[in-house]
Structure formats: C-alpha cells, structure tokens
C-alpha cells in the first residue's frame, strides 16, 4: 500500500508542478516571485498527500 500511494504522490506532485509552471509562464511571473510560489505549492500539496495517507491508514 504504501508504494503505491508514493507513487501516486510522485504523479500528483509533478502533476502540480506542471501546472505551476504553466501558470508562471502565463502569468508573466517575475524569477523571482517563481521559487516561492513553487515552494508554496509544493508544501501545501505534501501536506494534503500526507494527512490523506494518514487517514486511509487509520481508516
């Protein structure tokens, strides 16, 4: 169960990372606001994966 869930996770991360990007190129985002939005993001996404992994465990 757990490998896939990381791969699931893997998936939904790079995913999300696409459309991050897609988003900073649409939006004409400046370099430098880029890496915050990403770290933003990509926290926000782990820990939504990680209290989902949590809850079907002890489910």
């Known amino acids: 169960m757990l490998f896939v869930f990381v791969m699931f996770a893997f998936f939904i991360l790079f995913i999300f990372n696409s ?4 988003l900073c190129l649409q939006t004409e985002m400046s370099q430098e606001k880029q890496p915050n939005v990403f770290r933003t993001i990509n926290i926000l996404i782990t820990i939504l ?4 992994y949590v809850e079907v465990i002890y489910t």
């Open 19 to 22: 459309l991050t990007m897609r």
């Open 49 to 52: 994966l990680v209290s989902s």
